[in-house]
């Protein structure tokens, strides 16, 4: 079993930035991507972000040049950056990982951009 905490969310202003991180615990060895979803009220679990261990990274069309993702494989943490937020942003944002072939989801972080 792999856990998965994360932290970072809030409130932040349209324009703004703010950092999420997430951290697993378990059974962390082979654990190949981990990365982010969102999901708002109503609607399907998109993709945010996903790394895989050797550092290459996806990202969902709608975030692509605003946000960064990165992960330290030593700690097994994952970080999204996100900048240039907007009310679109707003959602819960879910915590991935991928070990030998098994989804994990951490519990989400809800963040929120003010106008």
């Known amino acids: 079993q792999v856990q998965l905490v994360e932290s970072g969310g809030g409130l932040v202003q349209a324009g703004g930035s703010q950092r999420l991180s997430c951290a697993a615990s378990?059974?962390?060895?082979?654990?190949?991507?981990m990365g982010w979803y969102r999901q708002g009220p109503g609607k399907q679990r998109a993709l945010v972000a996903t790394?895989?261990?050797?550092?290459?990274?996806k990202y969902g069309d709608s975030v692509k040049g605003r946000f960064g993702i990165s992960r330290d494989n030593g700690q097994n943490t994952v970080y999204l950056q996100m900048n240039s937020l907007n009310s679109d942003d707003t959602d819960v944002y879910y915590c991935?990982?991928?070990?030998?072939?098994?989804?994990?989801w951490g519990q989400g972080t809800q963040v929120t951009v003010s106008s």
């Open positions: 378990g059974r962390t060895s082979s654990i190949n991507t």
């Open positions: 790394i895989s261990t050797d550092g290459s990274a």
């Open positions: 991935y990982a991928l070990r030998r072939g098994v989804s994990y």
